[in-house]
């Protein structure tokens, strides 16, 4: 992977963990999903026209069917997602979906796109993987640790079915996005802003059936929304210009140093416990990136 790339991803992680720790904290439900695409459509407004005047009008109908494909995957993604922390913690939630997305990404690109893993990536990418399960099971992956706490247990449940089902999402819209991108051209910026844009449009007959609701959990999630409209872009327009320089096996799990990140906050802010475990996973993580990006 190229110097240039891997800036590129690890920023993206950096932006990518903290609007996921605004998500869980000042996340919501239908509304909020609806009010970030609309969020994400009028801060990058200026920057999509100025892209779009010359580029939108030369899309071909196989570029119009990926960016529809991408945002119906994407709104179900984002909705899962949300669903995911409502019904369980970020450290559960986030590292199943950030582990299972990259390696079901991977096999994908190595399946469908002609990609090669190679020895050495196929250890990065169990580097990943294996850190994400770390961090997830903790010392329950020796015995230890379990609770009789059937709450906490089916909290831990749902995270893990929650995160899983994200996970094969974020495989999906990896792929359509890297294909739009890389074998077609198609700008990353305009492929998120016309994505959000149908997102808001798809979602609107939800918000519409609970509207008496919308700008009361507007006024409680307004940061949480703020700060996905704001940070949430960037970061995917960050990876998918990496995914131009570098393969996609590549970029897919080495953007999971993410969970380096999260393990901090998580830990920190969020009051998480089994932090050694966390932090132990995040460095197996960051040694599968070194092996991926060399």
């Given at each position: 992977?190229?110097?240039?790339?891997?800036?590129l991803?690890?920023?993206?992680?950096?932006?990518?963990?903290?609007w996921n720790?605004?998500?869980?904290?000042?996340?919501?439900?239908?509304?909020?999903?609806?009010?970030?695409?609309?969020?994400?459509?009028?801060?990058?407004?200026?920057?999509?026209?100025?892209?779009?005047?010359?580029?939108?009008?030369h899309?071909?109908p196989?570029?119009?069917?990926?960016?529809?494909a991408?945002?119906?995957?994407?709104?179900?993604?984002?909705?899962?997602l949300?669903?995911?922390?409502r019904?369980?913690?970020?450290?559960?939630?986030?590292?199943?979906?950030?582990?299972?997305?990259?390696?079901?990404?991977?096999l994908a690109?190595?399946?469908?796109?002609?990609?090669h893993?190679?020895?050495?990536?196929a250890?990065?990418?169990?580097?990943v993987?294996?850190?994400?399960?770390?961090?997830?099971?903790?010392?329950?992956?020796?015995g230890?640790?379990?609770?009789?706490d059937?709450?906490?247990?089916?909290?831990?449940?749902?995270?893990?079915?929650?995160?899983?089902?994200?996970?094969?999402?974020i495989?999906?819209?990896?792929?359509?996005?890297?294909?739009?991108?890389?074998?077609?051209?198609?700008?990353?910026?305009?492929?998120?802003w016309v994505?959000?844009?149908l997102?808001?449009?798809?979602?609107?007959?939800?918000s519409?059936?609970?509207r008496?609701?919308?700008?009361?959990?507007?006024?409680?999630?307004w940061r949480?929304?703020?700060?996905?409209?704001?940070?949430?872009?960037?970061?995917?327009?960050?990876?998918?210009?990496?995914?131009?320089e570098?393969?996609?096996s590549?970029?897919?799990?080495?953007?999971?140093?993410?969970?380096?990140?999260a393990?901090?906050?998580?830990?920190?802010?969020?009051?998480?416990?089994?932090?050694?475990?966390?932090?132990?996973?995040?460095?197996l993580?960051?040694?599968?990136?070194?092996?991926?990006?060399m």
């Open positions: 992977m190229p110097a240039s790339a891997l800036a991803v690890l920023t993206a992680a950096l932006l990518h963990a903290l720790l605004a998500a869980k904290k000042w996340g919501g439900g239908p509304h909020f999903v609806m009010s970030c695409a609309i969020g994400v459509v009028l801060l990058w407004l200026p920057a999509a026209v100025w892209l779009g005047v010359d580029e939108v009008p899309w071909t196989l570029v119009w069917g990926l960016v529809v991408s945002a119906v995957v994407h709104l179900l993604y984002f909705n899962c949300v669903a995911g922390y019904a369980s913690d970020l450290t559960v939630v986030y590292p199943v979906a950030r582990g299972s997305g990259p390696l079901l990404s991977a690109a190595v399946l469908l796109l002609g990609e893993l190679g020895a050495q990536g250890l990065g990418l169990a580097g993987v294996g850190g994400i399960l770390l961090i997830t099971l903790g010392p329950r992956l020796i230890r640790g379990l609770t009789h059937a709450a906490a247990e089916r909290r831990r449940r749902l995270g893990l079915l929650w995160g899983a089902a994200t996970g094969a999402l495989a999906g819209y990896t792929v359509i996005d890297a294909y739009a991108v890389k074998l077609l051209a198609v700008s990353p910026l305009l492929l998120d994505g959000n844009l997102r808001m449009v798809m979602q609107a007959p939800v519409l059936r609970q008496h609701t919308f700008w009361s959990e507007v006024r409680q999630s949480g929304i703020l700060a996905v409209s704001a940070l949430g872009p960037a970061a995917y327009v960050l990876v998918l210009l990496a995914v131009k570098a393969p996609l590549r970029v897919a799990p080495a953007r999971e140093v993410s969970m380096l990140i393990a901090l906050l998580g830990g920190q802010l969020l009051g998480e416990a089994e932090r050694g475990w966390r932090l132990a996973g995040a460095g993580i960051a040694l599968g990136v070194v092996a991926l990006a």
